[in-house]
């Protein structure tokens, strides 16, 4: 059982959370902690297409039903994005125009989210964007924001827990000018990293427990839904894109011989100049991108780390790298990798107090309108936690961490983000850049991402709205009406 927890003072959560690690344990292959690290890592197929005649970069995905054997011999249902876990990782520049056919075959309504994505609220793939079952969902829109890691999964009201961590979700990887001086051959020294906690029964199934305060947590750790994985590493750094698709565990992340590496970006884009880090911490939904370097020959192991948060995963194996007897050399690290100013904090203040599972004492509700912000405003958002530990994702956002509880935040968490771990009890402000595509009647949404909480309602939604309209705005949403393209 990986569940540690450390803050005593909180002892209601801390005696759900000995609960559920008492029935939590059925693994017939409980790894324990360690791995023997006998599969090689699954990379996702990348979808890098030429843009067409009329400059358009076209994608298709398939939302459908699979079967996977995370255990040898042993499949267990899951779904999948054009294949049965997980799906590809999409590619694309700044200033491409994307155009995506998201087809649902799962049987049952759903969306697709792009997590990280810039584009107008229409195209956002949250909880008003249903695709029905059989119908085909024709997002597009250009992208016009810094080189980042972002991600895609669904998000259906109330049920984006069970959809991302049956397999639905994946990477998509915007380029720019600024990122070329790093590694950036895919699935070479290039490589996602998709970790995700799950129960897997001993037949081989996911065990789909969404009980308890913080929902699922599971026992073994996949990367890109590999069991046990390890992976051949043929450069002398590799940049892997770290990305935390779990629905609840906080990872820490370092290396087993505890060798320093670098953070070079953030979830949404780089930072100044590489950050030299041993660990870090990575909550549902962020993204880091690192730099490890290697000698030939060697194998370390990615392990994650027990750290004082109430849902850290604890101390177990996640990868190991095994670098080849001849390295090809890779270029060396960049001092600065970008000079695009950090979102700065503007004037206007907004407070979200975190209860259990609300923000500001109200759950989500989809026909309200929670706040109205003007196009391009740039505001300080405070995060209030009177609860236990939770996150926080604002769509169309980028943000900058200004202090926990005062303090600032360890540099490697200061670069552009649009997620952000709230410790329990903790006050989280950060100056936020929000977008320019006005949608009085469509809204966006901000929320925990620990998707038990998100699905428990700790979400709410805002429009942005052209300057000096925010009063005339209606406060209520439509619910239906968008996105049931065929
Ligand atoms: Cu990653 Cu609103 O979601
Ligand atoms: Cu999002
Ligand atoms: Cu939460």
Redesign the pocket.
Same mark, same amino acid.
Request: glycine share 18%; no cysteine; net charge neutral.
């Given at each position: 059982m990986i569940v540690t927890m450390r803050r005593r003072s909180f002892l209601t959560v801390t005696g759900l959370l000995a609960a559920a690690a008492l029935t939590g344990c059925g693994g017939a292959e409980g790894n324990a902690g360690t791995l023997a690290f006998r599969n090689p890592l699954r990379v996702p197929p990348l979808l890098d297409p030429a843009p067409g005649p009329d400059g358009v970069r076209r994608f298709a995905l398939e939302l459908r039903r699979g079967r996977t054997e995370f255990l040898p011999g042993k499949p267990a249902a899951t779904w999948g994005v054009n294949g049965d876990y997980l799906g590809p990782t999409l590619r694309a520049r700044r200033g491409d125009r994307v155009a995506v056919a998201v087809t649902n075959t799962l049987g049952e309504p759903t969306t697709l989210?792009w997590?990280g994505m810039r584009l107008p609220a229409k195209m956002d793939g949250?909880p008003h964007q249903t695709i029905q079952p059989g119908a085909t969902w024709r997002p597009e829109w250009t992208v016009e924001q810094p080189a980042a890691t972002t991600w895609y999964?669904p998000?259906p009201h109330g049920l984006t827990a069970r959809h991302v961590y049956r397999g639905l979700a994946g990477m998509f990887l915007l380029d720019d000018d600024h990122d070329t001086a790093l590694p950036r051959t895919y699935g070479v020294d290039d490589v996602p990293l998709i970790i995700q906690d799950k129960k897997i029964a001993a037949d081989g199934s996911l065990d789909e427990d969404f009980g308890g305060t913080f929902g699922m947590l599971g026992d073994q750790v996949l990367v890109n839904g590999t069991y046990d994985p390890h992976l051949r590493v043929t450069t002398t750094r590799v940049r892997f894109r770290v990305l935390n698709a779990s629905n609840a565990h906080v990872f820490h992340l370092g290396f087993a011989d505890d060798r320093a590496y670098h953070v070079v970006a953030t979830d949404a884009g780089l930072v100044d100049r590489p950050v030299p880090v041993r660990r870090i911490r990575v909550s549902p939904?962020e993204r880091f991108e690192i730099v490890v370097g290697f000698r030939p020959g060697e194998r370390v192991v990615l392990k994650g780390f027990g750290g004082d948060d109430e849902i850290d995963s604890g101390d177990y194996d996640i990868l190991e790298l095994r670098a080849a007897t001849r390295l090809t050399p890779s270029a060396g690290l960049p001092g600065t990798l970008t000079d695009l100013a950090p979102p700065a904090a503007g004037g206007r203040v907004r407070t979200f107090r975190l209860g259990g599972s609300n923000v500001n004492h109200q759950n989500m509700d989809m026909t309200r309108v929670d706040e109205v912000v003007p196009a391009g405003a740039h505001e300080v958002w405070e995060l209030d936690n009177v609860t236990f530990d939770h996150n926080f +994702?604002i769509?169309e956002a980028r943000f900058r961490v200004l202090d926990v509880d005062g303090r600032p935040p360890e540099e490697y968490q200061r670069g552009p983000k649009d997620t952000v771990f709230v410790p329990g009890h903790a006050l989280v402000r950060v100056a936020v850049e929000f977008g320019r595509y006005v949608d009085p009647a469509t809204p966006y949404?901000y929320?925990c +991402?620990i998707l038990r909480h998100e699905d428990n309602g700790m979400m709410g939604q805002y429009v942005i709205v052209e300057p000096g309209t925010e009063d005339s705005v209606p406060r209520s949403a439509p619910t239906t009406g968008h996105g049931h393209g065929h």
């Open positions: 989210h997590h949250g999964h998000h939904g +994702h769509h949404m929320h +991402h």
